[in-house]
């Protein structure tokens, strides 16, 4: 069965500081990934999807980058964060027109 | 980019009622839509997905498409408070997921 894996769980961090969350999916190749963040209370916002290694598309302009290196491994990115960073980070896998599944997600928490 | 709306919560329901959520979207060309439950500090979990007009139930719970309207909901029958959750609809739009901001549902005992 497939799974995904997402670390941390939980992040402080201090306004300035670079930022590298990663994801892995086991037991399914060519997966969509996606980065989605939800901020207190709001609902989910898309920030990154990918189709295939290398191939990333960027839905909100922002200080952060996502990577897919390999297969399986999806990766976000942040030279310096800012306050308005602080959210739950999520990643998630989907197949070709199927339902996404989600990670436990990453608490980020700028100061 | 297209917009994915529901219904402004929270909505309150007694134990053993039936709880109904909404949710439109305003793109027609959609095909695909998605129910998930959000519980307080965890990640979403899949509950229903429904692709066709029409009704597809799953135990207590019952999802409606109706694409001519734009329009998808959730019945949840015989309302338990382990379904106390935010429950997010999303509709599919390419190659990613577009969800509503999510309704918070109440259960009372």
């Known amino acids: 069965s497939q799974t995904i894996h997402q670390w941390p769980a939980t992040l402080v961090q201090p306004v300035g500081s670079p930022l590298s969350l990663e994801c892995t999916v086991e037991g399914t190749s060519n997966p969509n990934l996606y980065w989605y963040r939800q901020a207190a209370g709001r609902g989910l916002q898309l920030l990154f999807y990918s189709v295939g290694i290398g191939q990333i598309s960027s839905e909100v302009p922002q200080n952060l980058s996502a990577s897919r290196p390999q297969d399986r491994q999806f990766i976000l990115s942040s030279k310096k964060l800012l306050l308005s960073d602080s959210g739950f980070y999520l990643c998630?896998?989907?197949?070709?027109?199927?339902?996404?599944?989600f990670g436990n997600g990453t608490r980020l928490t700028v100061t | 980019q297209k917009e994915v709306e529901q219904n402004s919560g929270p909505l309150s329901v007694p134990e053993g009622a039936i709880a109904s959520l909404n949710c439109t979207y305003s793109d027609r060309g959609s095909q695909s839509f998605f129910w998930y439950r959000q519980y307080s500090g965890k990640s979403p979990e899949l509950i229903m997905s429904i692709y066709s007009n029409g009704d597809k139930e799953d135990g207590r719970f019952t999802a409606q498409l109706n694409k001519a309207s734009q329009y998808v909901s959730l019945l949840i029958r015989d309302s338990q408070p382990s379904d106390s959750a935010t429950y997010l609809c999303?509709?599919?739009?390419?190659?990613?997921?577009?969800f509503g901001q999510g309704t918070e549902l109440s259960v009372k005992p």
């Open positions: 999303a509709v599919r739009e390419g190659g990613k997921l577009i």
């Open positions: 998630a896998w989907s197949l070709v027109n199927s339902p996404l599944h």
